[in-house]
């Protein structure tokens, strides 16, 4: 890997650092405005809006430009959100724009791997950079808790600007400060993303026509016998994850005492072992192989009930690393393959955002099934059982319908997967 590569991973990672430090931030203005437990998930489920009803303008606008360019558009929308929760607009609506900004910002960054790199290298970009991602997000979780702690905000909001009333009164509105500085940080690597020689496509002049090509792209990702499972792994995969988020903050409340601040942390662990199972993959699986990853799936749902059995941190942090540990290593390889087949079908930036919409899309379904329980009064340790078995029997149906493609279409399967072994376009 060139120095070109490495700038794209410093931005993605200082991106993505902000974004989750934001997101506890983003509670804890929440909490210290007396909301209710249900809306918190909401934030999630207000950030990824955009992922959904903007995918068909997003990825064509990642296709427009250079994908630097975009990315450094996208960070610049992200700080503008940030800076309105300081002028206390409501976190939900402020959170919204801030998830335009990663809407627009994803096609871009995941597209230009594609663009940028041979495909015998991408499990191992992907490797990097989910990797990275996971790393961003320990360290965001982390670093949201810590900066929202009583101990840091004494000092963080004692750095008063001379005479100047600045309106930070809270830890809160402490931590966005820093945060809108870690996104200038990534915007400042994006000037320096490297450009390709992909060629840019013109954006359709009547936007129905752009619709009308992104409903095109997802029948034929959803038709493609590899391109249709691996993207129902990662469609499960990223709307479970984020869902998952929730429900430890709660288990920590609930099982073991934790406050915001403290959960967060516990949030880090989990993201410490995707990280661990992202890197295990990306070095010992290749792109033609990522479909025998699909059992870790089962598994992985399986072992989540076992939380609810937890109530002591020694046992919580091994329990946390191996569900985000079995979650790296069998999303890292199934990610890389749907970028592939994507890739090959309709272009980089236009897979990334049919990707993005099937996921988010998820995402959405999930959050809000989830807060509706949490609002019904279901016990935490009852929703962690039942998330479990849903991940694993929805992984199983997964698996049989693979099995069945095998069967019905091995030529077709045989002839997709030699491509992805010898690396062709």
Known sequence: MNLGFYIIMAAQFFSSLADNALLVAAIALLIQSDSPAWLTPYLKFFFVISYVLLAPFVGAFADRLPKGQVMFISNTIKIIGCTLMLFHVNPLLAYALVGLGAAAYSPAKYGILT??????????????????????????????????????????????????????DTPAEAAICLIILIYALAAFFNLYVPRTSAP???????????????ADCVKRLWLDRLGQISLAVTTLFWGAGATLQFIVIEWAKVNMGYDLSRASMLQGVVALGIAVGAVLASVTLRLERAVRVIPLGIAMGLIVPLMVFVHSLWLAIPLMIMIGGLAGFFVVPMNALLQHRGHNLMGAGRSIAVQNFNENSSVLAMIAIYSLLIGAGVSINVVVVLFGLFVAGTMWLVRLWFKANRRKHKEEIDALLEIARSGTH
Do not use: C
Request: aromatic fraction near 4%.
């Open 115 to 168: 663009e940028y790199l041979p495909p015998t290298k991408l499990v191992v970009a992907n490797g990097w950079i989910e990797g990275l991602t996971v790393g961003s997000i320990i360290l965001g979780t982390v670093l949201g808790g810590v900066l929202i702690s009583q101990r840091v905000a004494m000092v963080t909001l004692s750095l008063d600007i001379p005479m100047v009333d600045t309106g930070i």
């Open 200 to 214: 840019l496509r013109p954006l359709p002049a009547n936007p129905m026509h752009t619709v009308i090509d992104f």
